[in-house]
């Protein structure tokens, strides 16, 4: 069985960096990416922030980003990571890894509905 768990949330102020870091096991997959649930948002609003290609690292991106964050895998560690930079509080959500077992994830990585497995999610705060 899969398993994600994501780590490296925390409160920041506004205009810094945090690094999210997710260690998958147990299975294999063909994309990894990251989704955030902002504050008073229903389970089915996850908001699509980044992705990638696991075997090709092709990399995908929410155009609402404007490049403060980057994506990025270590296939040794099985670990995927979300560089975020100039944090603003709009921000402020829990951020949640996913992977894709589906080739077809690959042709469409924004769509929630190819990834089966889901992690906890790790609460980012962004402080004005």
């Known amino acids: 069985q899969v398993q994600l768990e994501e780590s490296g949330g925390e409160l920041v102020q506004a205009g810094g960096s945090l690094r999210l870091s997710c260690v998958v096991s147990g299975g294999t997959f063909y994309v990894m990416s990251w989704w955030r649930q902002g504050l008073g948002k229903e389970r089915g609003e996850r908001e699509f922030?980044?992705?990638?290609?696991?075997?090709?690292?092709?990399?995908y991106y929410s155009d609402s980003l404007e490049g403060r964050f980057t994506i990025s895998g270590d296939k040794d560690k099985n670990t995927t990571y979300l560089q975020m930079n100039r944090l603003k509080p709009e921000d402020t959500a829990v951020y949640y890894c996913a992977a894709s077992h589906l080739p077809l994830a690959v042709l469409y990585p924004r769509t929630d509905g190819h990834y089966a497995s889901w992690g906890r999610g790790t609460q980012v705060t962004v402080s004005s």
């Open positions: 922030v980044a992705a990638q290609t696991w075997s090709s690292g092709r990399t």
